[in-house]
């Protein structure tokens, strides 16, 4: 309302001067001065000479007078303008009631945004120290994972040592009992059964032999090839020969000659070496076979025959005598 009252009386003045500016004289057309008194000598400020000076001096004083008016219309609606946006200003305590909180509210913020990125700082630093363990613990582990396989290697090879010391103990326990049992009554390094005395040449120095000249070799010691006529002697040899671990790779080299050979007038029929018949033999199945009518002699074995069923007492084959074996010997023990 008070801007629409201000700008009528800005222009009530503006029609007011401009009335003024066209009523000071009285112009006329015929050319004369507006004003010729006698009496007075007054010059009209407006000097018509002709037509069109009048018309010219006529308009630039409407425009300046309408200039004039519009000048002042816009400095009076810059003040009006002015004095509505001071009383909408507000004040200070209208600004501090207003944004007090949230300024309170942001410096709040701050604080907690400087708090996480110092926390921020130091969980980055504590990961870059876990990280350092972390690959300080794995050098550990890799380096005691490596220890560990070379305790459980050393840990094998000390089993399979112990396995052998266990069998060697085995063995020297079997011979001591056998030394205790057969004292005074056998040769050294030969085994008793019931009054016989067996050989068994396993050492690596003594050359593997055909059947004649392994029987040779126990014929010099006072022996002869071993006979094996009875369950007990078969199980006795047995249980030795597996006791011994002899072995040299090919099955059919692992055995051992014995006092048995085929008779040369009577094919199929096997005799021992004191002259008696074979009666009751232990020959793995399939056996003996004669293969290519060269296979004459018999010997035992500490493997079992690769086309037979295992059977611990089935454990002789026919061979040709002039395969290289070991050999087993017997005699008779002395009195005790």
């Not at 009383?87 to 509210?105: A, F, H, I, R």
């Not at 700082?121 to 350092?132: D, P, R, V």
């Amino acid at each position: 309302m008070e801007n629409s009252d201000i700008s009528d009386n800005v222009l009530k003045g503006f029609k007011g001067t401009y009335n003024e500016l066209i009523c000071q004289d009285d112009f006329s057309t015929d050319g004369h001065p507006l004003h010729n008194r006698q009496d007075q000598q007054q010059v009209s400020i407006f000097m018509v000479r002709d037509g069109q000076s009048f018309q010219f001096y006529r308009l630039v004083a409407v425009s300046l007078g309408m200039l004039s008016a519009l000048l002042l219309v816009v400095d009076i609606g810059l003040g009006v303008q002015l004095m509505l946006g001071l009383s909408l200003v507000p004040t200070d305590s209208k600004v501090s009631e207003k944004y007090g909180p949230l300024y309170q509210n942001l410096t709040h913020i701050s604080s907690e945004l400087e708090q996480l990125r110092a926390t921020h700082s130091n969980m980055i630093h504590a990961k870059e120290e876990a990280l350092t363990l972390l690959q300080k613990e794995l050098q550990n582990v890799y380096k005691t994972s490596g220890q560990l396989g070379s305790a459980k290697h050393t840990g094998m090879e000390l089993q399979r040592q112990v396995e052998s010391l266990q069998g060697q103990k085995v063995a020297l326990q079997s011979s001591v009992t056998e030394f205790v049992e057969s004292c005074g009554r056998c040769l050294p390094g030969w085994k008793l059964l019931n009054s016989v005395c067996y050989y068994f040449p396993l050492s690596n120095s003594i050359p593997l032999k055909t059947w004649d000249r392994s029987r040779d070799s126990c014929i010099k010691k006072g022996a002869d090839l071993a006979i094996i006529n009875s369950e007990e002697k078969q199980e006795f040899i047995n249980k030795a020969i597996q006791a011994l671990r002899y072995s040299s790779g090919s099955w059919h080299l692992t055995g051992f000659w014995i006092g048995l050979k085929e008779e040369e007038d009577k094919e199929g029929t096997w005799a021992w070496l004191d002259g008696t018949e074979l009666t009751q033999g232990y020959w793995a199945d399939g056996e003996p076979n004669d293969d290519m009518n060269n296979e004459d002699c018999a010997a035992i074995y500490s493997k079992n025959h690769p086309k037979a069923t295992w059977d611990a007492m089935k454990t002789w084959n026919d061979a040709p005598c002039r395969y290289a074996l070991k050999w087993i010997c017997e005699m008779k023990a002395k009195a005790a």
